[in-house]
């Protein structure tokens, strides 16, 4: 289709509806540009997660992921990740640091 764009797939990571308002911005300003899965990790966490394969996904497909996760573990687990598949994290507030990672001051 002449003149359309392709919309961009994101995977938004929050617990407990952490990234919600965010979520609901990019749905109501962004319209048709962006695709949005959503994974949920809800309920209490222990303090150590050693092992975050119950929580996060094996494989990960998509233009950009979004890190609203309130849990270090997770949140490096994640990080990662998608060095691994070679996606793009924003990780806002963290001190995450590798390639493909953006970590801006919130």
Same mark, same amino acid.
Not at 33 to 40: G, S, T
Not at 59 to 67: R, S, V
């Given at each position: 289709?002449?003149?359309?764009?392709?919309?961009?797939?994101?995977?938004?990571?929050?617990?407990?509806?952490?990234?919600?308002?965010?979520?609901?911005?990019?749905?109501?300003?962004? @319209? $048709? &540009?962006?695709?949005?899965?959503?994974?949920?990790?809800?309920?209490?966490?222990? /303090?150590? #997660?050693?092992?975050?394969?119950?929580?996060?996904?094996?494989?990960?497909?998509?233009?950009?992921?979004?890190?609203?996760?309130?849990? @270090? $573990? &997770?949140?490096?687990?994640?990080?990662?990740?998608?060095?691994?598949?070679?996606? /793009?994290? #924003?990780?806002?507030?963290?001190?995450?640091?590798?390639?493909?990672?953006?970590?801006?001051?919130?």
């Amino acid at each position: 289709m002449e003149g359309s764009k392709k919309s961009q797939h994101l995977i938004v990571f929050q617990q407990n509806g952490s990234g919600q308002p965010k979520i609901d911005g990019m749905k109501k300003f962004g @319209g $048709d &540009l962006f695709r949005i899965e959503v994974v949920n990790i809800d309920g209490a966490l222990p /303090p150590v #997660i050693d092992d975050t394969s119950a929580y996060l996904p094996r494989e990960l497909t998509c233009d950009l992921a979004l890190d609203f996760l309130r849990h @270090g $573990d &997770l949140s490096a687990d994640l990080a990662a990740l998608c060095q691994k598949h070679e996606i /793009p994290l #924003i990780a806002s507030g963290k001190k995450i640091t590798g390639r493909g990672l953006f970590a801006p001051p919130t």
